[in-house]
């Protein structure tokens, strides 16, 4: 059977394992006592050997089946060995580049090598869980019955604070519900199985302090998808959604028809308005089904915290909370690279020995705010401003006048720091620059807050719902542009008396400042209109300074959803993407930053 | 049977097969795309997607000139292009026994092989330099 | 001083006398010889005497001259100066006798002054009625005049009114002809308004007759438009077959594509696309060819339309035409009934007009009546005038004769020469 149909599942499918694998454990590793993550480890591994046998990946399947057998070890253990989880890491790190010549077309490496050296497991400590069992409603005598439950758990391990105790369930009356501490060697996934042959018992409940995790891993399971390769997890629950709304696009179809048959222009109206909602609700359940945890992107970032640290010697804590919370996928892919890098200047740059990073996801009507904060060094305003000074990159004046809040955004000044320009994962250029056009494009924003020796705390504030930025409309030479308005500082009308000149240069005043003005024309190569009586000027931040862009006249402002082009398109300079406008144009997204970087 | 699309270039006959087509459009508006190189026209809305459309005959160094109002989709896995050129004909069915006899050729860049055809010769692009171009003309241009 | 003339000659005398002695007594002594002194005493004495003399009788003389001179000039009748002497120390009778003449002047002045006085009066008087009887005269004559004139005139009143009358009596004939002469008019006034009733009828019937015709024109004209619109949307189907043609051809196109790409499972697809495309191809020539018809019709369509209009102008003229008739016949029957209405007043007017001239009549014979009666009054008051004037003139030249009289007075004292008041001193 041609097995390349299921080529692209398979590998979405292992990078998702492999993924859970990467940031269980982690977590594991600072939490060795942690069987459901044992446990869970166990399950990839077991998954990924399984579709790689049938797929006919053999090397994957062996090294996934070694890794197995190590995690079964573990399992049994309940406890996992520090030093076994860099093995592991390996491991799944190796199985990452077998997937990576895989997708490539190429044959899987040898590897062998790497199975030969493994730790092995030690034996577990107790685990302590505090149960709550319910039985079923129409059961019948429900106190023998959990009598007869306790009996089985009492085998399991140490049974303590059992409510209602053994002498009240004797008594008889009719308990249903019981709980109490079970403290013994199994795993809770082993106690459900074994519970799972009562049909009696409604639910059984663990209130572990490691459950916190476990139904974040969970969700994680079921809904983690892979950005990369395109492919979607959809919940049942909202593909019954899209059947339902089907139905009723259907039936309202039908109306529609019959409205236009009997020439009822009324029903014709209440048809659309009704297709006018209907269309609405698909529209936002497909947004929907583009969304991901931000997990998605965070999920990976303490494995390399990790890393960093064993290779720096730092010990740094990454602490992610609210990484449950769901951003339009689009915004996930974008973001990836600078959150890593945001991280990477927290651990490199931020602490020196010892602190924490935390990640906090949070989430507003219309917006998710991740903050990125250290305990660190923090950053001194006045040495920034020193150094932004001693580059040449702003003048002294500004210098001067330049407030703490704005010296902090110095750092994201093209040529700033010449440290860091590569990332290792994507092979562009990563500095505090990108990442914060990265963050403009996408409509959000990006705020930094530090002090010397108090820490730094970055600010990325996102679109909550798809990339839909609000951008402005303008006219130039007759063509349709756009731009963020989050990268619009001001739009201004001048009267040609406004206009100054210095030199040679148009320039005008602005809240006492005095700005150039730059010719869009110009800049695109289109020739300039004989002197129009006003200007119409979009006061803009380049390079760092405040410039008037003078296009044709502006035509409003709308809500668009951006696309950037296909590959090899999206190397192009001058737009970060383009969006469909109600009437079907096609409006692109001006970059003038870019345009005239590739001017220079 | 092989299927080929022929359209001109330049003066010259060129052909692609229809497998390699996504589909053809006819009176898209092509909309304007800022810092575009010479050599690609701008973009089109297809089904909602943006897609850049690419001046064939440019890329082949012929002089810039009207284009069809049709115009050639492709797509590959990762990405779609459009292609602008002079003319576009109607479907040629070719008998797989004659396609054999497709000549390849080394000395013409861009051109996978010649094809006769009823008298004409059909020069057969060949996607894989195509959309090599393609890149090559955006990292140029990205810088 | 008052010496009289007589003491005047003692006193002579004594000085002549004196003289003598005086001189017998002085010659002596002065030394003349003797028989000179005798001599010299009687010349000095002689010499005295004629001095003394010669002195006293000049003024004595010259005084009885302008006395005389007076006198002379009183006879005369010139009365205007009194007579002055000469200023003396001693003033003697002479003087008297001047004052006394100047008393006689002043009565004589007096008297003549008197007598002139009364004789202008008497002369104006007279004079004053001599022309008073002249105007009496000439007034009687004037009212003789005027009563003849009245008598004249009463009797011209009387031709006049006798005129009048006729005049009047003429009036009222000729009123009577224009009043049978309305009373034609009216009876033709209505002929006419009946004549143009008639002619309006026939213009009404004239016009519904056009209308039909209209109604007519306009149904072909609406259907020619009409069948004008169906080949118009005739038209704007065939666009749609062509648009559609040509978007089936790219449909059979892309179709074509997409078959290719499903390899083998699509060969049969590509067949039926292959078909559809043909299909398209022959659509589209149809359509052409339908599009060539439809321009055809469309022209011969736009030239019916083009000849119906100009059917519809002339219509329209035609229309308009008639329209001018009907408001020429009943602008006729207007002015038919509006002269009938005139007829009708003249008519009225002109009955009413003879009872007004007999009114007359009576009223101017009345006139001539009391023009007789005039007539004989003023011959009475003629007779009368007449008597009248010849006293008048009697009393005239009675007065004249006064007034010669007075006349004659006057003359003869007008001798007498007045001069001022006060006269003035004879010298």
Known sequence: MDMSKYKSMFLSETEEHLRNMSALLVAVENDPADRDGIDALFRDAHSIKGMAASMGYTQMADLAHHLEDFLADFRKAGTIDPAAIDHLLQGTDLIEEVLAEIAADRPEPDVSAFMFAAPQAEDAPQNEHRLRLTLRENVVAPGARLLLLMGVFSEMGQIAAQRPSMEELKAGGAHRKIQFVLTGSLSRATIEEKVQCYPEVAELSFSDPGDERAPERRKQDRRQNSLASGTVRVDTVLLDRFINLTGELLTTRYALKTALKEQDLRELGEGLGQLEKLVGNLHSQVLKMRMMPVSTVTGRLPRVVRDLCRSNGKEIELKISGAGIELDRSILEEMSDPLMHLVRNAVDHGIERSGTVCIDVLRTRSHVQLRIEDDGRGMDPQLLRRRAREKGLIGERQAEVMRDADALQLICLPGFSTVDRVSETSGRGVGMDVVRSAVENLGGSLLIDAAPQAGTRITVTLPLSVAIIKILLFECAGKLLAMPLSRVIQTQLLSADKVLRRGKQRVFELKGETLPLLSLRKILGFSSPQGPTSLAVIVMELFGRRVGLVVDHFCGHQDVFVKKLPPPFDRLRGTGGGAVLGDGRVVFILDVQSLLEQQR | ?143 | MRIEISQKFIVGFIVVVGSVVLLNNIVPLVGIPDYLQQLVATLGALLVGLLFGWFFSKTFTSNIGIITTGAGRISNGDLSRKIRLQKRLAIDETEDLANSLNLVVDSLRNLVGQISTSALRVNESSQGLSSTAADMSAISHQVSGTIEQISKGAETQVAMVDKVLRVVKEMAMSIELVASSAQKLTVSAAETTDTARQGEAMAGAAIVNMKEVLEQVDTNSTQIVAFSEHVQKIGSIVDIITHIAQKTNLLALNATIEAARAGEAGHGFAIVADEISKLAESSGASASEITALIETTKAESVRAQQSTTRSLQVIDEGRESINIVSDAFQAILDRAENSQTKANSIKELSESQIGSAQDIVEAIEEISRVAEENAASSEEVSAVTEEQTFAMEGMTSSSLKLSQLADELLESVSRFQMGSERGSDVK
Not at chain 2, 53 to 75: C, K, N
Request: glycine content about 10%; hydrophobic content about 50%; overall charge negative.
């Open chain 2, 1 to 143: 049977m092989i299927q080929i699309l022929p359209f001109t270039m330049g003066g010259g006959l060129y052909g692609l097969s229809l497998t390699d087509i996504q589909e053809v459009v006819d009176d898209a508006p092509i909309h304007y795309l800022p810092g575009a190189p010479v050599g690609i026209l701008g973009a089109i809305n297809l089904h909602g997607r943006i897609l850049p459309v690419v001046d064939l005959p440019a890329q082949f160094g012929h002089d810039v000139g009207p284009r069809a109002e049709r115009m050639i989709v492709l797509s590959n896995a990762k990405s779609a292009l459009v292609l602008a050129v002079d003319t576009v004909r109607s479907v040629l069915n070719v008998e797989a026994a004659l396609a054999e006899v497709c000549r390849p050729v080394a000395d013409q860049e861009g051109v996978a092989g010649l094809l006769d055809w009823k008298g004409e010769t059909i020069r057969m692009l060949s996607l894989e330099v195509l959309w090599e171009d393609i890149r090559h003309l955006c990292e140029m241009s990205g810088g």
